[in-house]
């Protein structure tokens, strides 16, 4: 039985139908983007993070119809902590070097939060809200009140995703409901609908909803009680990508299902799983009832992939990498007002590994070469040696590294491949590794200057072997955030951390690797990707006109300025 059937028009708990007033905080700019210091110590280079205050979700991720990439994101204007929800937002050509726009949406009053959604390109328009234009775009998110009922609501961009006029007849969906929330929308093109996935999060269920119109939905079936459950579901996506099969060589598309949880991880706090299926237009249904982990760090979190890729391509998402557990008091928020990054963009597709239950979501950086400014080592005949480099002269603080073994057998698994990096001022470092053809592994617990009882120091995955003759671990490390990849992304981990002095050398080393396989190994800096834009005191202006890329604002009379 569905959930929900009803949608409840009107007043009720502080929701107005048709709501179209704008609440300003004090003191943030309206017209233009919020300026950011990104000089600081723990502030990443070649990630991006808020300019100030506090971030959390991904919102709204799309490619417009000029290939321009947007982010949306959950943004507390006022103080470096959760709370007091808008839409912040940001661009690149390049999911690197990002721009920082203004605020998108904004709240109605000062006791009613933008919560979490997605955003659609509306080519054929659909909504009627683009009667001479083929670039308009639609955003869908939840209005929480201070009353607590959770409901749905549309907002409408003219100008490329900018400013933001609200629908005349929101809200869009009302349950009544005080845990329902994060809808995120894709176009289904076999039946023509919009197809709406949403969180009752409280009570573990999915629901789908279809609509020809992006205005209207009807409830038409639920995903419930699937992997780990938690407390509660929160911020679903589901996306058709690329099938990467090594049993038969097809190219083929999967649907796939991402819900994520918090609290209720394996290691404490916030994780997401994901879950492999097919989609009719109105059901959803796993192969299997396995759940899969997406990330065994501890610091990702609210994937959401970007609208705007067609489906028979690779599918790229971004992820909030924190953790609900402490993301409130990181020292990043006391020592340099921010706090909130995204990971890397990464790449995404489904291989089939039959050793891991069938299907595992490969997740690999982004076109990571795009970024890559200098060759620091490189050894394409390490045997069992290791390289080392100081990269303290590298002014993004961040690095590129890979080690990978080829020529393996299934007689000539064994061996390590392993990382350091450390400061040399303090002795605090970051390692982890991998056994070759099994486990890999990270520790965070020597970098010394947070310390929390939910800072889970060690962490590990377990992977296996799939007989083509190598075996790889990558990763990227920029300041106060590390992200490692295992055989091409087939294993990730994502996790932050804080030491008293910036880590300064690298060492890779491997150690056992058998007779008859090679070992190469390479460590690239990174291109600092906000230094471009900023001033002499390294304040980061972002775009500083009043309408997105000109310098003329929009006049409707319920635009978000």
């Given at each position: 039985?569905?959930?929900?059937?009803?949608?409840?028009?009107?007043?009720?708990?502080?929701?107005?139908l048709?709501?179209?007033?704008?609440?300003?905080?004090?003191?943030?700019?309206?017209?233009?983007?919020?300026?950011?210091?990104?000089?600081?110590?723990?502030?990443p280079?070649?990630?991006?993070?808020?300019?100030?205050?506090?971030?959390?979700?991904?919102?709204?991720?799309?490619?417009?119809?000029?290939?321009?990439?947007?982010?949306?994101?959950?943004?507390?204007?006022?103080?470096?902590?959760?709370?007091?929800?808008?839409?912040?937002?940001?661009?690149?050509?390049?999911?690197?070097?990002?721009?920082?726009?203004?605020?998108?949406?904004?709240?109605?009053?000062?006791?009613?939060?933008?919560?979490?959604?997605?955003?659609?390109?509306?080519?054929?328009?659909?909504?009627?809200?683009?009667?001479?234009?083929?670039n308009?775009?639609?955003?869908?998110?939840?209005?929480?009140?201070?009353g607590?009922?959770?409901?749905?609501?549309?907002?409408?961009?003219?100008?490329?995703?900018?400013?933001?006029?609200?629908?005349?007849?929101?809200?869009?969906?009302?349950?009544?409901?005080?845990?329902?929330?994060d809808?995120?929308?894709?176009?289904?093109?076999?039946?023509?609908?919009?197809?709406?996935?949403?969180?009752?999060?409280?009570?573990?269920?999915?629901?789908?909803?279809?609509?020809?119109?992006?205005?209207?939905?009807?409830?038409?079936?639920?995903?419930?009680?699937?992997?780990?459950?938690?407390?509660?579901?929160?911020?679903?996506?589901?996306?058709?990508?690329?099938?990467e099969?090594?049993?038969?060589?097809?190219?083929?598309?999967?649907?796939?299902?991402?819900?994520?949880?918090?609290?209720?991880?394996?290691?404490?706090?916030?994780?997401?799983?994901?879950?492999?299926?097919?989609?009719?237009?109105?059901h959803?249904?796993?192969?299997?009832?396995?759940?899969?982990?997406?990330?065994?760090?501890?610091?990702?979190?609210?994937?959401?992939?970007?609208?705007?890729?067609?489906?028979?391509?690779?599918?790229?998402?971004?992820?909030?990498?924190?953790?609900?557990?402490?993301?409130?008091?990181?020292?990043?928020?006391?020592?340099?007002?921010?706090?909130?990054?995204?990971?890397?963009?990464?790449?995404?597709?489904?291989?089939?590994?039959?050793?891991?239950?069938?299907?595992?979501m490969?997740?690999?950086?982004?076109?990571?070469?795009?970024?890559?400014?200098?060759?620091?080592?490189?050894?394409?005949?390490?045997?069992?040696?290791?390289?080392?480099?100081?990269?303290?002269?590298?002014?993004?603080?961040?690095?590129?590294?890979?080690?990978?073994?080829?020529g393996?057998?299934?007689?000539?698994?064994?061996?390590?491949?392993?990382?350091t990096?450390?400061?040399?001022?303090?002795?605090?470092y970051?390692?982890?590794?991998?056994?070759?053809?099994?486990?890999?592994?990270?520790?965070?617990?020597?970098?010394?200057?947070?310390?929390?009882?939910?800072?889970?120091?060690?962490?590990?995955?377990?992977?296996?072997?799939?007989?083509?003759?190598?075996?790889?671990?990558?990763?990227?490390?920029?300041?106060?955030?590390?992200?490692?990849?295992?055989?091409?992304?087939?294993?990730?981990?994502?996790?932050?951390?804080?030491?008293?002095?910036?880590?300064?050398?690298?060492?890779?080393?491997?150690?056992?690797?058998?007779?008859?396989?090679?070992?190469?190994?390479?460590?690239?800096?990174?291109?600092?990707?906000?230094?471009?834009?900023a001033?002499?005191?390294?304040?980061v202006?972002?775009?500083?006109?009043?309408?997105?890329?000109?310098?003329?604002?929009?006049?409707?009379?319920?635009?978000?300025?």
């Amino acid at each position: 039985m569905l959930l929900s059937s009803l949608v409840l028009p009107g007043l009720l708990s502080g929701i107005v139908l048709g709501q179209t007033t704008t609440y300003f905080a004090p003191g943030v700019p309206r017209a233009t983007a919020i300026p950011g210091n990104y000089d600081g110590q723990y502030r990443p280079r070649a990630h991006f993070s808020p300019p100030q205050n506090f971030m959390n979700d991904p919102n709204g991720f799309h490619r417009d119809t000029d290939g321009l990439w947007h982010i949306y994101y959950q943004l507390n204007p006022v103080e470096p902590v959760a709370g007091n929800q808008h839409w912040g937002h940001a661009t690149s050509e390049d999911l690197y070097h990002w721009t920082n726009q203004k605020i998108a949406i904004w709240p109605f009053n000062s006791t009613t939060y933008v919560y979490s959604g997605s955003a659609v390109n509306d080519p054929n328009n659909t909504s009627g809200f683009f009667p001479d234009q083929d670039n308009g775009l639609v955003a869908l998110y939840t209005i929480a009140a201070s009353g607590g009922l959770q409901t749905q609501n549309v907002a409408y961009s003219r100008d490329g995703g900018y400013t933001f006029e609200t629908y005349a007849d929101n809200p869009v969906i009302n349950v009544g409901s005080t845990q329902f929330r994060d809808p995120q929308v894709t176009w289904h093109a076999p039946t023509e609908n919009w197809v709406m996935v949403i969180a009752y999060s409280q009570e573990f269920v999915i629901e789908f909803y279809t609509s020809p119109n992006l205005l209207n939905w009807t409830a038409v079936s639920n995903f419930s009680h699937y992997g780990l459950l938690g407390l509660q579901y929160e911020c679903p996506n589901m996306v058709e990508m690329p099938v990467e099969s090594t049993s038969n060589g097809t190219s083929e598309t999967m649907y796939l299902l991402y819900i994520s949880i918090n609290p209720g991880a394996p290691l404490g706090g916030s994780v997401g799983q994901y879950f492999p299926g097919t989609f009719n237009g109105t059901h959803f249904e796993a192969v299997d009832s396995a759940f899969r982990i997406a990330d065994f760090g501890k610091d990702n979190y609210a994937t959401q992939f970007f609208s705007g890729v067609p489906n028979n391509e690779r599918q790229i998402s971004m992820a909030w990498a924190s953790n609900w557990q402490y993301t409130s008091v990181v020292p990043t928020g006391d020592s340099e007002g921010w706090r909130g990054q995204m990971s890397l963009p990464r790449y995404n597709f489904l291989r089939e590994v039959p050793q891991l239950g069938g299907w595992v979501m490969v997740s690999e950086p982004y076109n990571i070469q795009a970024i890559l400014s200098e060759e620091l080592r490189f050894r394409d005949d390490l045997g069992n040696n290791s390289v080392f480099a100081d990269y303290s002269s590298v002014p993004s603080g961040a690095l590129y590294f890979e080690a990978n073994v080829t020529g393996l057998t299934d007689e000539t698994l064994a061996g390590t491949l392993n990382f350091t990096f450390s400061s040399a001022v303090s002795g605090e470092y970051v390692s982890g590794g991998t056994f070759v053809g099994t486990d890999t592994w990270m520790d965070r617990g020597h970098a010394d200057a947070f310390e929390n009882p939910y800072f889970t120091d060690k962490f590990s995955a377990t992977g296996v072997y799939g007989g083509q003759g190598r075996w790889s671990i990558s990763g990227v490390i920029d300041r106060s955030i590390i992200e490692v990849f295992v055989n091409g992304g087939e294993q990730s981990m994502t996790n932050t951390f804080y030491a008293n002095q910036p880590l300064d050398t690298v060492r890779i080393a491997a150690n056992g690797i058998a007779e008859g396989a090679t070992v190469s190994v390479g460590v690239w800096a990174l291109e600092d990707t906000w230094a471009m834009q900023a001033n002499a005191n390294g304040t980061v202006l972002g775009n500083t006109t009043t309408s997105g890329n000109s310098t003329t604002s929009g006049n409707s009379t319920f635009l978000f300025r």
